[in-house]
């Protein structure tokens, strides 16, 4: 695992669509998921450490913000050929056993992350009611503790999703979202050969 900040995508940027598979069976593109009031795209997979820890807080901030017009929708862009752990099959069981609200897509192609800048999991957008970025960094400050070589302990500091939640209520309460913004941290995506960012 390569421990990888997130590249901070310009904000005002327009949200890229996209058209993807779900754990349902579906296609699930942006407009579909666009909230009344704001959109997070989020950028996860099954077996990261860090999504692991933040993954409970993040269906329940979801929960409560979806009620208010936020939408929300979750894209695992992982090489599954790699990381199989991160195929379909799994993700079905990962949505049901985190109780996620939100839809869960798949992007085989890579292309999907390539157009947001994506470089971690997880990596968190939001965007406003104009699909324009006011958003992008971490969920919150909390991260999990490495025991040893493939083992985290999340019990020590427990997420809350403070940032993301302020930048949504900012957004809510019609005021502006903060500047000062920080960088998710996470693991990198794995990306397929000849996919790796240059930069």
């Known amino acids: ?13 327009l949200a890229p669509d ?5 754990t349902e069976g579906t296609t ?3 407009s579909s998921q666009r909230g009344e009031k704001g959109t997070v795209v989020l950028f996860i997979c099954n077996h990261c450490p860090y999504v692991i820890h933040i993954a409970n807080a993040l269906a329940g901030t979801a929960q409560k913000y979806m009620a208010q017009g936020i939408g929300f929708v979750a894209i695992n862009s992982n090489d599954t050929s790699a990381f199989p752990e991160d195929g379909m099959e799994y993700m079905i069981r990962e ?20 157009s947001y800048d994506a470089a971690c ?5 939001l965007f406003n009611s104009d699909l324009r970025l ?11 503790r490495r025991i040893s070589s493939g083992s985290y302990d999340s ?3 427990q997420p809350t999703g403070k940032d993301l939640r302020t930048a949504m209520d900012c957004l809510l309460g019609g005021f502006p979202v903060p ?11 794995k990306w397929k050969p000849g996919f790796e960012p240059s930069g």
């Open 1 to 13: 695992m390569s421990l990888t900040p997130s590249n901070m995508l310009p904000i005002g940027t």
């Open 18 to 22: 996209f058209l993807l598979p779900s």
């Open 28 to 30: 699930v593109d942006l």
């Open 95 to 114: 949505k049901r056993d985190r109780n996620y609200p939100f839809p869960y897509l798949l992007d085989d192609s890579q292309k999907v992350a390539q």
């Open 121 to 125: 999991t997880p990596d968190i957008y």
């Open 134 to 144: 006011v958003y992008r960094g971490q969920f919150d400050d909390s991260r999990p």
């Open 155 to 157: 019990t020590s500091e």
């Open 179 to 189: 500047n000062d913004q920080k960088p998710s941290i996470g693991c990198n995506i």
